[in-house]
């Protein structure tokens, strides 16, 4: 399983982005997923999650101004940052915990990462 992040860039404060992550390969079903960010000199961070049922969980900081989505069908997943600030500055990861066959456990798989720069 391979996943492939695109939509990074050089943002100003109070801007917005929008990320997206699809998941290629041999996949049977995929459980969770979700995306992470790692800032310079800090350790990488849970952003947002979302089940298969469409179930989302978020980190405090970006409730409100987040919002994660998924499209069971194209094994995609997308994060729209709104409002964005200097501290969301970080590469972004989105994960997928997925698995090639029925009766196997889920894996997880990590896309390259996507530089987002919230910067005047």
């Known amino acids: 399983v391979q996943l492939q992040a695109s939509g990074g860039g050089l943002v100003q404060p109070g801007g917005s982005l929008r990320l997206s992550c699809a998941a290629s390969?041999?996949?049977?079903?995929?459980?969770?997923m979700g995306w992470y960010r790692q800032a310079p000199g800090k350790q990488r961070e849970l952003v947002a999650t979302?089940?298969?049922?469409?179930?989302?969980n978020y980190v405090d900081s970006v409730k409100g101004r987040f919002t994660i989505s998924r499209d069971n069908a194209k094994n995609t997943v997308s994060l729209q940052m709104n409002s964005l600030k200097p501290e969301d500055t970080a590469v972004y990861y989105c994960?997928?915990?997925?698995?090639?066959?029925?009766?196997?456990?889920?894996?997880?798989?990590w896309g390259q990462g996507t530089l987002v720069t919230v910067s005047s």
């Open positions: 994960r997928a915990d997925a698995r090639s066959r029925r009766w196997t456990t889920y894996d997880a798989y």
């Open positions: 390969g041999i996949i049977f079903d995929i459980n969770v």
């Open positions: 979302i089940n298969s049922l469409g179930n989302t």
